[in-house]
């Protein structure tokens, strides 16, 4: 494996774990970490209900 | 220090716009009831100490639906600092039924007289004096949709907070006198200015408050005497008595404020209304506006810019401003024409072994074809031609104008400049690239969707088109109230599962939610318009014969259902207002299709860009000759496990593993199915190209007949994982969700079953046997749906499934 192979790799899995990170903290912090689109939806807190609510 | 205001009012009374406007949020407004099912929170856009609670429609404090709980128990319990009454100035008299309620809380009450412009319209006069004088409250007249009045009623509001409350409105002193004394029976416990609330909801028998308030045996049956001597007095029940008293007082106060133009005709909207919602129009102008923002979305507006997004920025590239971009095609048809001439030529001189001789007296024949696959003519090529065609330079287009790459040829380009690996450029080029494009590639067709549907939620058809649903429906024991989340449901199934809230009966409720998935979300449209693109050369009735069959299935699952024991029942009335029509403000347009449409663009950034990552990694990767590596496709891992399962699929007409590991990956999100193809079939930009050689790479896999079962398949089976959670959520029972996602992928076997089998005649490989198992399926759907409903029984403990 090249140098040039080797560091856009790591970028790649830099990317990759931001975005499995930023997906968990979303969820976390009861935003939309389902990927469903629904960020602007009225019921939104219902799915995604705040860490430790009921 | 903070400030607590609740907006309060009316469904559809202008409250979320409003919530809207004053914080600066963008949450959905929607022109039916039922948007706001729970209470939402935000700050004043310019006074961030200043919370602000949008509390759910309602047009009662007393506790028959979920949002009047949710609202009641705010209100009582949370205390805020004071009330926005939200007041549809269009309609007073029920509008002020709440407001005798809401002022009974002990509560700042400020009134914000909604759509003012509107009552100036219809030279209707409101005195806000004298109606701020007789309710004892501020009142600010304002119109939330054109951001009149809005400062006038912040200001209000927080200056109106924490203030002692207005006087209650007043009932006939006979039953002044029974409230006064049922608040001197309450207990110490209730606070001073809570007693008049609770006297009157104890006078009314309201149960959730009897449960709360824990009276004494004794105090329970000295309040008891009170009220049945009162309506022995009267000779009716007291609930009715209070409805009575509010409905006196709001009269006598409606006939001092309220002038009423009386020259009035019909308005514009009634005119409208004569048509839209007649009893034989009604239905067919639906389906004409369904198919035109559909055929608009998938088939003219929406495919030229799906055709720049997939050629131009996930393709080779395109000209700036188009300038150029004629003369560089002119240039290519003719290289292209000159390339084919060559090989035409060379391909006979080789079939044939001719000498350099014999070559300048022959002529190959050169086959050319339409976009469609369809020969269109035969050139001759002859020894000249052949010699000329060599002269024809391959066009460069930055010769023509200023040429844009795309971003593939950029990437692709310094990949290759910096030496990166094989492996890895695929990975980057095919699986990223190729996945993500393909899913963004569609995303303009989505945002014009959404544009117009917003247009028609927002100047009041969709409401009118509920009302005529309701109609429909009720013939097949279906309510109106069904139609709601189906509609919501067009943008995202989540939402539109939660808003079958709003059905009180459980039943109806159950069904609700496992039939709303089936109209396409806009997470499906990529699929659509993937198949009516690739397979059926981009078809204006495609796209819209989607959503007619989505609408089609619930028709069908509902009447098939309602016959069950566990569906059986009376539909629930169904009562909404229908809103005058009005050209909704641009800003809410673009907002709508904004926060719909960026939703998609996120998840391609993330969900969709991680799902055609391993797509492409099981495609790619796999173990040949016991070793572990980069294998052909077909050996792949994902070639292994589609293969294991695509069986099941083989009657539908596309049992190759590719169609079921497409599936698959749309559980994750359904654009997923597109970023699989997109990997699958190398490059979605030249998929989504209109050429009849690139679509041969999936015309390889799938026949128009199977092409069609198969996006039916994935349009009605089971949703994605984030709708099945929201099932989960609204059924509150596991046996349910799995029965829900059992009906859904059943349903959607069969009626893929049916299209392919039939489907597959008109394209000539239609089998016999499956055509004789498509009319079983089809006489078993018409017993279920023709035979008598059962019994209507209600439920008992044990009967239900959970």
């Known amino acids: 494996m090249n140098l040039s192979t080797f560091l856009i790799l790591l970028v790649l899995v830099a990317l990759f774990s931001f975005i499995i990170y930023n997906e968990y903290k979303k969820r976390k912090q009861s935003k939309t970490g389902c990927g469903c689109g629904c960020e602007s939806c009225a019921l939104k807190n219902d799915c995604h209900k705040k860490a430790g609510s009921k | ?802």
């Open chain 2, 1 to 802: 220090m903070e400030i607590k205001i609740a907006l309060a009012g009316n469904p559809n009374c202008g409250k979320t716009t409003l919530f809207n406007n004053l914080t600066g949020s963008n949450q959905f407004v929607g022109n039916w009831p039922g948007v706001t099912v729970e209470k939402k929170e935000g700050r004043l856009k310019h006074n961030k100490d200043v919370k602000i609670i949008d509390l759910p429609g309602i047009y009662s404090l007393s506790p028959y639906t979920l949002e009047e709980v949710i609202a009641r128990d705010f209100l009582i319990e949370e205390k805020p600092d004071v009330i926005i009454n939200i007041i549809d100035g269009t309609n007073l008299e029920r509008n002020l039924y709440l407001t005798t309620q809401l002022k009974e809380l002990g509560i700042p009450i400020v009134a914000a007289l909604n759509m003012s412009d509107i009552l100036q319209k219809q030279n209707d006069v409101i005195n806000i004096d004298e109606l701020s004088r007789l309710y004892d409250m501020p009142v600010v007249e304002i119109s939330a949709l054109k951001n009149i009045g809005l400062d006038e009623l912040q200001k209000t509001a927080t200056a109106y907070a924490g203030k002692k409350a207005g006087k209650p409105v007043s009932f006939s002193p006979e039953l002044e006198e029974t409230l006064s004394k049922i608040e001197a029976l309450l207990p110490a416990t209730v606070p001073a200015d809570k007693k008049r609330w609770y006297a009157i909801k104890l006078f009314e028998r309201d149960e959730k408050v009897l449960e709360k308030i824990k009276l004494t045996p004794e105090t329970s049956s000295k309040i008891d005497e009170l009220i049945e001597a009162y309506e022995d007095r009267v000779d009716d029940d007291s609930e009715s008595i209070v409805t009575d008293e509010r409905y006196n007082a709001i009269t006598s106060s409606i006939n001092k404020v309220h002038k009423k133009d009386k020259t009035k005709k019909l308005s514009l909207s009634d005119k409208i209304d004569r048509v839209v919602t007649n009893r034989y129009l009604a239905l067919p102008i639906f389906a004409l506006v369904m198919f035109v923002v559909y055929f608009i979305s998938v088939t003219t507006v929406g495919t030229w810019t799906t055709d720049f997004v997939n050629d131009g920025v996930f393709g080779d590239g395109f000209f700036l401003f188009g300038a150029g971009r004629e003369h560089y095609e002119e240039a290519l048809g003719e290289y292209d024409l000159a390339s084919q001439e060559i090989e035409a030529f060379e391909e006979m001189q080789a079939s044939e072994n001719l000498t350099p001789d014999q070559l300048k007296s022959a002529t190959a024949q050169l086959d050319v074809y339409s976009d469609e696959g369809e020969l269109e003519e035969v050139i001759p090529v002859d020894y000249a031609t052949y010699l000329q065609a060599q002269d024809v330079p391959e066009p460069e287009p930055s010769q023509f104008g200023t040429f844009v790459p795309g971003i593939p040829v950029i990437v692709q380009n310094f990949l290759e400049s910096v030496d990166c690996a094989e492996w890895l450029q695929g990975l980057i080029l095919d699986g990223i690239i190729g996945g993500v494009g393909a899913v963004l590639g569609f995303v303009p067709q989505m945002f014009v969707l959404f544009f117009l549907l917003a247009f028609l939620e927002g100047c009041g058809y969709m409401a009118r088109v509920a009302f005529v649903m309701d109609r429909i429906f009720r013939k097949f024991g279906l309510s109106g109230k069904s139609f709601i989340p189906m509609l919501i449901g067009t943008g995202c199934g989540v939402p539109g599962i939660m808003a079958s809230r709003t059905i009180e009966n459980e039943r109806d409720r159950r069904m609700t939610i496992i039939t709303t998935t089936f109209i396409p979300c806009g997470a499906k449209l990529p699929i659509i318009a993937l198949i009516a693109g690739a397979l059926f050369g981009g078809a204006w009735w495609v796209a819209p014969s989607a959503y007619l069959i989505g609408a089609f299935s619930i028709v069908l699952s509902g009447i098939i259902l309602k016959k069950t024991s566990m569906f059986s029942g009376e539909p629930a009335p169904f009562v909404m207002e229908l809103p005058p029509y009005h050209l909704p403000p641009l800003k809410n347009l673009l907002s709508s299709m904004w926060e719909r449409g960026y939703s998609f663009i996120k998840k391609a950034g993330t969900i969709i860009l991680l799902a055609t990552t391993l797509v492409w990694f099981l495609s790619n990767f796999g173990f040949e000759d016991g070793r572990f590596g980069m294998v052909d496709m077909q050996q792949s891992m994902l070639a292994v496990l589609g293969s294991a399962i695509s069986f099941i699929f083989i009657p539908l007409g596309w049992g190759t593993w590719q169609g079921a590991v497409a599936t698959l990956t749309g559980l994750i999100a359904k654009e997923n199915v597109v970023g699989t193809f997109g990997v699958l079939f190398g490059g979605m930009s030249d998929v989504a190209e209109n050429g009849w050689q690139v679509w041969q790479n999936m015309q390889a896999v799938f026949t128009p007949a199977a092409a069609f079962s198969f996006l039916t398949f994935n349009l009605l089976c089971a949703p994605c994982f984030a709708a099945i959670g929201a099932i989960k959520r609204e059924m509150n029972s596991t046996k349910w969700t799995l029965f829900a996602v059992a009906y859904q992928c059943v349903f959607a076997y069969c009626v893929s079953l049916v299209i392919y089998q039939f489907g597959a005649w008109i394209y000539g490989d239609g089998s016999i046997l499956g055509t004789v198992i498509a009319v079983a399926v089809l006489a078993i759907a018409a017993y279920l749906a023709f035979r008598p409903a059962k019994q209507y029984k209600p439920m008992k403990a044990g009967a239900e499934l959970q």
